[in-house]
């Protein structure tokens, strides 16, 4: 069953029961929701729309806290829009970990685990054929998912997992839609990883993904750049 709008969110159709679990679905649905910045999180609220008491709601945006998803103004927990320079330490952040993921996924994925990441890289493909950039996006993290689900190391998949989640929580993490973001050359980055993992060619894969992830910092830079040189009033180029 899909989730359902309400309020600020998407309702889950499954009801937490613990801090955990709720910690878990809210950060879900307040990235698919794209709430925006500086939106207040009230316990209560929160609690009512997802059928809890406020005690798990307040251990869930503690956790959110603590992984900098969220911020705080006063006493209350409020949705938080990360920099350019702020998302380009996690572009950098991710640069170190995503090498060491690509390496352990060469060297332990399963069969199985390779064809599902082939799947999300065909399926990147289709999107970009269709036009469905926002579908792009998502495939584009599928993707780098399931090479650190091939590395088997639980905790590089849940920092990866936090950081792609920073990016999303803030529009200027979309590199899609900048100027000089080219999607051929993002696709033609995925299908050299991809190739360098089947032929499990640890020394091809880490480089193409340095080169991969360098090539997104480097966009970044410069749309920071850019950003500081426009006049007063005017707004950059933002994403979609």
Partial sequence: MKPRATG????????????EELYAILRRDM???????????QEQKIAEQYGVSRTPVREALQRLHQDNLI???????????PSHEQILEIYEFRE????????????????????AIEH????????????????????????????????????????????????????????????????????????RIMSAIQRRDVDVARAE??????????LSQRACASRRRLPRGRKGATPS
């Fill in 8 to 19: 600020n969110f998407m309702l889950n159709s499954v009801t937490p029961h613990t801090g």
């Fill in 31 to 41: 990235i698919d929701s794209r709430a925006k910045g500086g939106t207040v999180l």
């Fill in 71 to 81: 911020g705080r103004k006063g006493r209350f927990y409020v949705i938080t829009s």
């Fill in 96 to 115: 170190a970990i995503e090498a060491s993921s690509v390496v352990l996924c060469c060297q332990r994925a399963t069969a199985a685990e390779i064809t």
């Fill in 120 to 191: 999300h890289l065909e399926a990147q493909f289709r999107a970009a054929e269709q036009g469905h950039f926002y579908e792009f996006e998502r495939l584009d993290t599928l993707f780098h998912a399931a090479i650190a689900d091939g590395s088997h190391n639980r905790l590089l998949r849940h920092q990866l997992e936090i950081s792609y989640d920073q990016i999303w929580f803030s529009r200027v993490g979309n590199l899609v839609s900048l100027p000089d973001y080219s999607v051929e050359a993002t696709l033609s980055s995925h299908q």
């Fill in 209 to 218: 993904m340095n080169s991969h992830l360098r090539s997104a910092i480097e």
